[in-house]
């Protein structure tokens, strides 16, 4: 599943560390989502989207 975290999180002005301290994980998770190596839970998924003012659709796109 592909994503737009790190183009949302770039315009927003956070950095990697910021989301994983206010969503409560790791940035090595935030990492391993942007890159595509890990799908994160429905409520983590939530909690991106509500935090980067997006929805979990436009957040991320399944792959074909």
Not at 33 to 56: F, R
């Amino acid at each position: 599943m592909k994503n737009n975290i790190r183009e949302l999180r770039k315009r927003l002005g956070f950095r990697q560390e910021d989301l994983a301290t206010i969503l409560g994980v790791t940035r090595q998770t935030i990492n391993a989502i942007e890159n595509q190596k890990y799908n994160p839970t429905l409520e983590l998924a939530m909690k991106l989207a509500k935090l980067l003012n997006t929805t979990v659709e436009e957040l991320f796109i399944l792959d074909k």
